[in-house]
């Protein structure tokens, strides 16, 4: 048979059922304790990032301090006084190799005469051509002009070419190897090339 409670009887079991039960307590103000070991190890994990972003910032550093400096002082090699006297005359620095040990130069006539102290082996620009330079070099400067020019070969077509005079003609340079002659920009020697190698004594 089945019982039927009454509404008192309802009212009166959910009265006793809460007031014996601990008080309800919100999710939100519950605090969630991690493991020790998990704490310790996110610590560890960003001390080691921490550290390696320093290192980036400092390489980062050296490298672009290192790219400034280099474009302040684009020619690492410092001009001799024979390089100088190229530029009186109206010609770059580039012409030459920075290996330069002695120099005359008659300023009346113009004859000069350069000591490398060993025969020299460049590459020169634009188009990479390989060149070498005597012992000695001798020629006969005046303004824009080089003639007479014994003692630089240039490597072109499978032959060693002699260049007999050297022209500057505006913003280019005119090199005379004979009866040919071959147009280059003369922005493309505001360096002196390094010889390669070491010096022989030829």
């Not at 070099?137 to 630089?152: F, N, P, S």
């Not at 190897?177 to 922005?187: D, E, F, I, L």
């Amino acid at each position: 048979m089945v019982k039927y409670l009454s509404d008192t009887s309802i009212i009166s079991l959910l009265s006793s059922t809460f007031s014996s039960s601990q008080p309800f307590q919100p999710l939100s103000k519950t605090k969630l304790k991690l493991p020790t070991n998990i704490t310790k190890q996110n610590k560890s994990h960003l001390k080691r990032r921490r550290s390696a972003m320093a290192k980036l910032l400092s390489l980062f550093s050296f490298f672009l301090l290192t790219a400034l400096s280099s474009s302040e002082s684009p020619n690492p090699y410092p001009p001799t006084a024979a390089h100088v006297q190229l530029t009186n005359y109206g010609f770059p620095i580039g012409l030459l190799p920075s290996s330069v040990l002695n120099y005359t130069l008659d300023s009346p006539s113009g004859v000069f005469s350069i000591d490398f102290g060993g025969a020299c082996k460049v590459t020169l620009p634009p188009d990479n051509y390989l060149a070498t330079y005597s012992k000695k070099v001798t020629g006969k400067i005046a303004q824009g002009q080089i003639a007479e020019l014994d003692g630089i070969r240039v490597r072109a077509f499978f032959k060693w070419w002699s260049i007999t005079g050297i022209r500057a003609n505006g913003e280019n340079l005119v090199f005379e190897v004979g009866m040919v002659t071959a147009k280059y920009p003369s922005k493309k020697f505001n360096e002196s090339p390094e010889c390669e190698g070491k010096h022989s004594a030829s």
